[in-house]
């Protein structure tokens, strides 16, 4: 069950992570002609757990 009494340090940091976990934009990929095609601090939120 999730934690429902989240300090707000704690949410904007988990805000953060999830800010943070998206591809790279397909126009970066057109730019740099596919040089760039992932993203190398991609986190899956079964295998990569958020460092304190």
Do not use: D, E, Y
Request: aromatic share 4%; net charge positive; proline share 4%.
């Amino acid at each position: 069950m999730a934690n429902r009494r989240k300090s707000l340090a704690r949410k904007t940091r988990l805000i953060r992570a999830v800010a943070q976990n998206r591809r790279v934009p397909a126009w970066v990929m057109q730019r740099t002609n596919r040089r760039v095609v992932r993203h190398p601090k991609r986190r899956t939120w079964k295998r990569g757990h958020l460092h304190r």
